[in-house]
């Protein structure tokens, strides 16, 4: 009895698990099929692509669409490959995402652990900042970098998402510091640590998770923004999206489809490897809360 | 004046007063508990000492200096909290050096200094690990190690035992009372443990509601409570409370009650000034080993006196059996030996000690003199 019971239990368990597998391989490759079309076509040459087959594997194997894309490619008017405009979005999304993040934990602290009066009414400001759309603040934002002189800049688009990105890095760093013991600050003050010393030395070490979940949020988003970096960026100044969108969009001469992917990837690739470097503490960080109690 | 002084102190939080008037004198020494039941204020009282939380009214003094706006590391306190508090990303020696190292004392004497404190509590060989690798007793002494290590004029705890378990906080209740006879220090610990309270303190005060409702030494806490709430609250099992009245007879006072089957108990009062309360209601109050079986009575009393009642139920617990019975329609808990024969059901002579006895007003519950 007990032998024939567990034997239909592992029967069922074959049929439902290779169900589970068949479905998660259809949706994997649902998944992986375009980055694999980018990945080959950006490997071939153009006549290739023209001779139709996008999912067939490149016969002859070239780098050149890649070389073309980083430093030679037309984008808009010049022919300078989309390597400045990578630069420019690094030079952006460094400080961005590094003082939000700071700027974020140490609301945060402050809104859990210095409590005073009036702070549940600030920080529903920065919550309720978080869900203005975009679209509503580029008339006023162009206003304020053009007296603020940035307007046209790196340093105006760093203004910009840091504007935007303390909101969100102020909700998570304050819901995760609001589990964290107070009994904990409070040995510290009695320990003789002051306001920055227990921020540096108690809470920032046992942040790292949040920080994870911080930088990944707003570098993707930053990385990605391309409405901001459309209109408050001049020429020398514009993000990758922008130069990208400037590529594929560039009306001169044929269509290099493999440079245009090639310059796709080139744009996605950070983001790709800070998920792969971080994505297992970003689960982590995002349980961290829920799972502590 | 004490050493620390607690003078008219109060707290409110908004228009809510939470802590009221409070005057307590403590001596250099002294191991003060404050007690009380869940929300009395033990524990706001204790930051305030810290400095953890404002006064709102009144004054709070170490060594007469005022401390009211001294920041809380510049008041020469250490604190053990409930949670022990214990830094989770540093190792128990940086753990417990981290005070110091806020006090700008130099390294060569923070490591000496954590070492005489880590072999004083017996944890040389936990001084690597982070306080995740560490069991609840281990962590209860790193956080003492923490607070040693900073040799304060007082020493602040706030329920450092109530998260281990049983037997363990039984251990490290006595290794309390000995650092503390070692090293002498002023202590101002809280408990709503009753027990803890008797066995460590001094001095206790008992705190319900924002008040103070009694300040004394252990004995006097004890056998001589204030009030209702006092006598009940401190005792395991608590004070037999249960309504009586004063009656006269051949001039002696008397307390009379019922008992189960309808008839009247009736006991003398050792204090003849009860005389004067003629008539009037009360209700005695009789700690459960006052109530024994004939030879178990305490020999040096000279109020011993007897009462026939019923046993209601009996509960053996090893070193004695308590015998249930009901006084004045409340149930009254006896402590007896533990080889004396009794059951359910059987009516008993009871042997109550009034030496021991107290009397309260029911209105008011304040003890009656
Ligand atoms: N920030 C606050 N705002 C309003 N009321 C408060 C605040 N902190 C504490 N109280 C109230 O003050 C009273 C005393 O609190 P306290 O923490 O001193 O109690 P306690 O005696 O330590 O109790 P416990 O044994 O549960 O720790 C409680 O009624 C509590 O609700
Ligand atoms: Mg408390």
Redesign the interface.
């Known amino acids: 009895m007990a032998g024939g019971a567990s034997d239909t239990v592992v029967r069922t368990g074959r049929v439902s698990r290779f169900v589970i597998y068949t479905v998660l391989i259809v949706f994997c490759i649902y998944y992986l099929l375009p980055l694999y079309v980018m990945v080959v076509n950006s490997l071939k040459p153009l006549d290739e692509i023209r001779g139709g087959g996008m999912l067939s594997l490149p016969q002859t194997w070239t780098l050149a669409p890649w070389g073309s894309a980083w430093s030679t490619a037309q984008i808009g008017i010049e022919a300078t490959g989309l390597r400045p405009y990578f630069m420019n979005s690094i030079l952006m999304v460094v400080p961005a995402v590094a003082i939000s993040t700071i700027l974020g934990a140490l609301n945060g602290y402050v809104l859990t652990k210095w409590r005073f009066r009036g702070d549940t009414i600030i920080f529903g400001l920065m919550l309720f900042g978080c869900f203005i759309p975009f679209q509503m603040v580029l008339i006023p934002m162009a206003r304020m970098l053009g007296l603020m002189g940035l307007a046209g800049t790196v340093p105006g688009l760093i203004f910009v998402h840091l504007v935007y990105g303390i909101g969100f890095s102020t909700l998570y760093f304050r819901n995760y510091y609001a589990q964290f013991?107070t009994?904990?600050v409070?040995?510290?003050?009695?320990?003789?640590?002051g306001f920055f010393?227990i921020f540096q030395?108690?809470m920032l070490?046992?942040s790292g998770p949040i920080a994870v979940v911080c930088i990944i949020w707003q570098f993707t988003n930053i990385w990605n923004d391309f409405l901001f970096g459309a209109s408050f960026a001049d020429f020398d100044s514009q993000p990758m999206t922008v130069a990208l969108n400037n590529l594929v969009s560039s009306s001169t001469g044929v269509k290099e489809y493999n440079v245009h992917f090639a310059g796709a990837i080139m744009a996605a690739l950070p983001t790709l490897l800070v998920y792969i470097v971080a994505g297992r503490f970003f689960v982590r960080g995002l349980m961290a809360g829920s799972v502590k109690g | 004046m004490g050493f620390l002084d607690i003078k008219n102190a109060t707290k409110s939080y908004g228009s809510l007063q939470v802590l009221h008037e409070t005057n307590i004198a403590v001596e250099e020494g002294e191991f003060l508990v404050l007690v009380g039941p869940s929300g009395c204020g033990k524990s706001t009282l204790l930051n305030m000492i810290a400095g953890l939380e404002e006064v709102t009214s009144g004054e709070i003094a170490i060594r007469g200096n005022r401390m009211n706006e001294v920041r809380p590391a510049e008041r020469n306190i250490a604190m053990v909290f409930q949670s022990y508090a214990l830094y989770p990303n540093m190792n128990v020696a940086q753990n417990i050096a981290f005070g110091l190292e806020m006090h700008g004392v130099p390294k060569p004497k923070r490591e000496e200094a954590v070492r005489d404190v880590a072999e004083l509590l017996q944890i040389t060989k936990l001084l690597d690990r982070k306080p995740g690798q560490l069991s609840g007793g281990q962590r209860q002494r790193v956080a003492m190690g923490r607070a040693l290590v900073r040799d304060p004029d007082v020493f602040l705890f706030d329920e450092p035992l109530s998260n281990l378990d049983a037997k363990l906080r039984v251990d490290m209740r006595t290794e309390i009372k000995k650092l503390h006879q070692k090293l002498g220090t002023t202590i101002v610990y809280v408990t709503h443990d009753q027990i803890e309270a008797l066995t460590l303190s001094t001095r206790i005060a008992v705190m319900f509601g924002g008040y103070v409702q009694q300040l004394g030494t252990p004995k006097e806490i004890y056998d001589d409570p204030a009030n209702m709430f006092v006598a009940g609250f401190m005792g395991s099992p608590s004070m037999n409370l249960f309504p009586a009245k004063i009656a006269v007879a051949n001039g002696v006072p008397q307390a009379e009650f019922t008992l189960v089957d309808g008839k009247t108990g009736a006991l003398p009062l050792p204090n003849p000034a009860m005389a004067e309360h003629d008539g009037r209601s009360v209700i005695l109050g009789i700690r459960p080993e006052a109530i024994t079986d004939l030879d178990g009575a305490d020999r040096n009393s000279k109020a011993i006196h007897q009462v026939e009642a019923r046993v209601e139920v009996t509960e053996p617990a090893g070193s004695d059996t308590f015998v249930v019975s009901e006084f004045g329609s409340k149930e009254i808990t006896g402590r007896f030996r533990a080889d004396v024969v009794v059951k359910p059901g059987d009516i008993f002579p009871f042997a109550i000690n009034m030496d021991k006895a107290v009397l309260f007003d029911p209105e008011t519950e304040n003890r009656i003199r």
């Open positions: 013991p009994e904990l409070r040995a510290a003050m009695i320990d003789g640590a010393k030395r108690i070490p046992s």
